[in-house]
């Protein structure tokens, strides 16, 4: 016969089990890869998400997908799949090899968002740093804060044994900064009439020469997932606009803008032009909806809307008066139901139990931007 159990031991090991679960938890998941019915796991991503494999079998949204099934916590394979791509130095619009700002510096940004814990980092303007999403995890994981900028992220970044290079330019990126600085006069104090306007007209020519990618002028890779349990994460990494005013920070490493999570609802990121995201909280936004019982086609088409509405100055304005620019959601709500939206048709990348795949988005306005 067992011993008669002691009501203050019984007691005593109840709070000790409720600590317990009140503890934070690393991000890496020990929980075994068990599938049921609920939630649909799920990656989304801009269309280079599943264009770049860095010399291996997998793009981003594919190796994501592929470590969520194994039971991985859910931001680190989104991490460990914008790595790629970060990595990748054929793709110039971040990490290594990303088309540096006006001085010829690669300075990136990067955020992250981990839905069940509510915790988020960020990184902005970091200089020699090959994977800025995996110093904003970092960021999220070791400190107090949200957002370190500069020489500053740089310093905690070597403080957290990240390599530091000298220079993360390539052959490729350094020889299409020096194409731009033969074309512009790189005076970026323009006068408010013209603000601006010789440096997007050299960016948009060597688009139209077939020089930059249209979807590289902004550059960004953003990542989101639903894990098997329905944990909602995202990322977001850049090396922002082409050409940039040194330490411009655009809408990648701002949480609400270039990125928002949030576990009950879902998640948004965007790519495209920074400031008009930045303006009207735009990725925050359609998180917002999405709570409030939207289909996130729908969410993403009201962001829209708004960005349109909100564009007035005439030199971002179109021979239609439409935004001569794009801007692209993608978007995941809890449930794992996707959609990938922009102002102009343009592409995304998924990856679900039907494989990865590049699909069009549905476009808000017909035509392209520079019609």
């Known amino acids: 016969m067992s011993a008669p159990l002691d009501r203050r031991a019984f007691l005593a090991a109840g709070a000790t089990a409720g600590l317990a679960a009140t503890l934070p938890t690393k991000t890496e998941s020990s929980a075994p890869a068990v599938k049921r019915s609920g939630p649909k796991p799920v990656v989304i991503s801009s269309a280079n998400g599943h264009l770049f494999k860095n010399g291996g079998e997998l793009t981003c949204v594919a190796q994501a997908f592929k470590l969520i099934e194994e039971g991985k916590d859910v931001l680190d394979a989104l991490v460990a799949g914008v790595n790629i791509v970060e990595l990748d130095p054929l793709d110039d619009s971040v990490g290594f090899g990303g088309l540096p700002n006006a001085e010829g510096i690669v300075q990136l940004d990067a955020s992250c968002m981990h839905g069940p814990t509510k915790r988020a980092g960020g990184v902005a303007c970091l200089e020699g740093v090959r994977t800025p999403s995996l110093v904003a995890r970092t960021v999220m994981l070791q400190t107090d804060h949200h957002l370190l900028v500069g020489k500053d992220a740089q310093a905690f970044a070597k403080q957290m044994s990240f390599k530091i290079e000298e220079d993360l330019n390539t052959e490729h990126s350094r020889k299409l900064w020096l194409e731009w600085k033969r074309r512009s006069d790189t005076q970026h104090w323009l006068d408010p009439e013209a603000r601006a306007a010789l440096a997007h007209e050299v960016r948009m020519a060597m688009v139209r020469e077939g020089k930059i990618s249209p979807e590289h002028?902004?550059?960004?890779?953003?990542?989101?997932?639903?894990?098997?349990?329905?944990?909602?994460?995202?990322?977001?990494?850049?090396?922002?606009?082409?050409?940039?005013?040194?330490?411009?920070?655009?809408?990648?490493?701002?949480?609400?803008?270039?990125?928002?999570?949030?576990?009950?609802?879902?998640?948004?990121?965007?790519?495209?032009?920074?400031?008009?995201?930045?303006?009207?909280?735009?990725?925050?936004?359609?998180?917002?909806?999405?709570?409030?019982?939207?289909?996130?086609?729908?969410?993403?088409?009201?962001?829209?809307?708004?960005?349109?509405?909100?564009?007035?100055?005439?030199?971002?304005?179109?021979?239609?008066?439409?935004?001569?620019?794009n801007v692209n959601f993608y978007i995941v709500n809890a449930q794992g139901d996707t959609a990938g939206v922009s102002l102009y048709e343009s592409r995304y990348a998924l990856c679900d139990s039907h494989g990865p795949r590049i699909s069009p988005t549905e476009p808000l306005l017909p035509g392209k931007p520079q019609d």
């Not at 002028?217 to 082409?242: D, H, M, P, Q, R």
């Not at 993403?300 to 809307?305: F, H, K, S, T």
């Open 217 to 325: 002028v902004y550059g960004t890779i953003n990542c989101n997932g639903v894990g098997l349990k329905g944990e909602v994460c995202g990322t977001t990494t850049t090396s922002g606009l082409a050409w940039k005013i040194p330490g411009r920070v655009g809408d990648s490493p701002i949480l609400g803008a270039g990125l928002y999570v949030d576990q009950d609802a879902g998640a948004a990121g965007s790519t495209g032009r920074g400031e008009a995201n930045l303006y009207g909280c735009s990725s925050f936004l359609v998180v917002e909806l999405l709570r409030r019982g939207m289909k996130p086609k729908d969410a993403g088409m009201e962001a829209l809307r708004r960005i349109q509405q909100r564009t007035v100055e005439k030199r971002l304005l179109n021979g239609r008066g439409l935004p001569n620019f």
